[in-house]
């Protein structure tokens, strides 16, 4: 086998008929600007290739029902392709059924743990634990009866009878003659008069015998008793009772879990007990969820407003319930004028829960009219919960209006373990299943290291722990200590997620794989980085060749080999410059990625000593991991929010304090977590909050919607000769009506065309010929060009076009200015990466007018971006700074956190010991926190930058 995979001719994408040879069994990192075409090489063509090698071995059949068949990768010729991994950064998926549990497959050995060595306990008698006897138990009890002590053998009977006749008869047809009612034992030929009552205790006496230790050993007296103890237990439900005579003492035992007290019986515990995805375990009420829908006072009362300003939102605008809503406030002398966080309880309880009662009403129509009638006031949640069951499933809009007043509570049967009480009642060291999978990771190894078992137990479990030690301990290797096996999956961060499947890699122990990994950075405080490298070298060690798309420096200055896509983005890269080693880019003067790596450049800003007096004060943050902190956010300057994993930083910023940015500047009802006050947002007016999630979801979105350029371009149109000839309004360049746009591909400009077993062939619509727009609207040109040549414009050549139309032009400069140059400006929003949904509405808001009163959040806009991107990012955010704004940034990136105004650092390690604030103040003043590990890690960068 070769030792280098040979790639030829490749051209996906912008990709410039690449040729390259790499090394295999090596760590190689793939570098260059964004959309340089790194992606390109490695996962559109590399991995894409593979995949459709893969799919062709499959048969015509198989690759008919699999719908993912990419197209044929564009590239001459791959030698010495080794079967290929994609470690991709998205979502494991959206399923809520699926979690750490299911994706790691730890939870499966959870279950085959619970069925052989669990305890079982009554849900009802937590105290009784339910086990089966066997004969060898109940004989081992006798024999720790003192010498001549009488005992009966007894069957318990749990019929009813209507008479001492009627239990006379059943003793007989059973083959017996002795029976014992209330501790008073009795032949059935003895005339007694005892009423038999629901409450009588009634048993048969199978025997009675003496214990003696000596006799008992006897083969004979030894077979009678097996022989009793099987009759017994062949009687009423598989039970029996030894009684002792004289103390009046008994023990019961069972063949079945059984509860002596309730007479609970719990069947044979099996897989599918355990298990939130089978009907036999999973619980009824949530249906397997965890959660339930309810309506919550906060998410439909705007405590802020009267009950007159539509206080009640889903009644707003409502003129009917309103009028209702009065009649019950004049009965009542309720005040409607007075802010509902102003009334007491017992007001609050009369228009939320009273009983429904007939009301006179004067309801008065839109054109003045009056009408008298009695009505019925039915209180607001049972009246939204009626209204969400009697929703059309069809009728979207009205469930939707509906669903958003909706709240996610725990599931009060199962309190969010997804399973049946009972088998929530099996027990391993005082843990049921549920509890054990809410333990972290960390928790978890030292439960099970900590965990004591009979010689029994350790013989039946030996391989479950064994698997289940060893799946634990990938997870804390690859730093998810802290995550908990029962997370959802669709809570996951998209670098959670990757880490998860390559933990999943490193215990499967493959070799000769290639693995392809897409930025692992993402989301790693600069301490965890070691950790990632160490991870990433021990999968290329066991013959395993890592290509790693990457621009932190560390994983750089560790990689075996380097490959560096240039020079810039779009139809500016697609380049291969060479691979080398770390020491061989540094002496390559043409690579953009050796002027940052040789500190030729620096991402670095002006120096500035800005001063402030003004602060957001968050006092008593507590929530999660949170530990009652306070924070002072420093107005007008660049602050940095650095954290580890899990340290708290969404719930700080992102939970708290932008949720409350937002209700009291907008208006809005967001969910704000315990806080007990903020202070001095008064000092601002506005609040945009910057992150990775997609600008819109639908393909008619687009870049020039999103930022409302395409409304100015319309107009441009519209008044050029042609269309004002023709009068032509600018909606009539609308892709969106159905009038203008092409009426065969709907502005879709391809045709799709099922191959079956064949990837689908897209061809280009016959009618517009790519051009989305019917004839009629084509006809009409500004500068000599169609609406549609204009659309299919990058950024850069329409920056160029527009120049002497300021509107335009502002907006089109800032796309340029944030590094988007080289994106269309009718790239649909679907297509659009994470970081360039980010930067597009970080491009939206710069071009509108700043009130200098507003705080910027954005949270790790560094992801995914190359040295020379980060340095155009710095500068636009010191650009804010200086018009008097607040920029506030989640970041872990160390190029900007050195350039930032002040820190705000959350404690380090641990998930228990996390939320607590370990420092905030200037960059200068970190050096004094000796506890931190930004401080640690800006010491080391401080000293590969020679600063």
Known sequence: MSELLEVRGAKTHNLKNVSIDIPKNKLVVVTGVSWSGKSSLAFDTIYAEWQ??????????ARMIISSINEDTKVDEIRWLSPTISI??????????????TITEIYDFYRLLYVHIGIQKCPNHPEIILKKDTIKDVLDYIGELQNDTKYYILSPIYKKFETLHDFKREILESWFIRYMIDDNVFSIWDEIDIEITDKSKLYIVVDRLIANKESD???NTGRRIKDSLEVAYKGWKWLLLVYEVET????IFSQDAFCPICHYKLEDLSLSNFSFNSHYGACQTCHWLWMQIAFLEDN????????????????SQHKYYLQILNAVCDKYSIDCNLPYNKLNEKERKIVLYWVPETFDLVYTFDDGQSHNYKTKYEWIIPNLERKYKESDVQNETSLKRISQYMTEIVCSECGWHRLKKEYL?????????GELSNLNVRQSMEFFDNLKLTETQKSISKNILKNIRERLSFLAWVGLDYITVARRANTLSWWESQRIRLATQIWTRLEWIIYILDEPSIGLHPRDNNMLINNLKKLSEIWNTVIVVEHDEDIMRESDYIIDVWPWAWIHGGDIIFKWTFEEILKDKNSETWKYLSNEKIVTIEKKDRKTTWYLEIIWAEENNLKNVNVKIPLWLLNVVTWVSWSGKSSLILDILSNHLLNSFYSSIHPVWKVKEIRWA???????????????RTPHSNVATYTWVFTHIREVFSKSQEAVKRWYWPWRFSFNTKWWRCEICEWSWVKKIEMHFLPDVYVECENCRGSRYNQETLEVRYKWKTIAEVLDMDVEEAREFFSAHPKIFKIIDVLFSVGLGYIKIWQSAPTLSGWESQRIKLASELAKRSTSKTIYILDEPTTWLHFSDVQKLLNILDSLVDKGNTVLVIEHNLDLIANADYIIDIWPEWWDRWGELIYSGKLDWIIKEKRSFTWEALKKYWEHKKI
Do not use: C, G, M
Not at 56 to 61: I, K, M, P, V
Not at 88 to 101: E, F, G, I, L, Y
Not at 682 to 696: A, G, H, T, Y
């Open 248 to 251: 009046k003492k008994s023990k």
């Open 425 to 433: 009642n099996v027990f391993v060291w005082d843990k049921n299943i």
């Open 300 to 315: 439909i009362i705007n405590s802020r407003l009267s009950l007159n300003e539509w206080a009640i939102l889903p009644w």
């Open 682 to 696: 008064e000092k601002l007016d506005k609040v945009i909050i910057i992150d990775q999630s997609p600008i819109w």
């Open 217 to 219: 050993k006897n083969e």
């Open 52 to 61: 459709r090698r893969y799919l062709e071995s499959l048969s015509t059949y």
């Open 88 to 101: 991709n950064q998205k979502t494991v998926t959206s399923n809520p059924r699926s979690t750490v549990w």
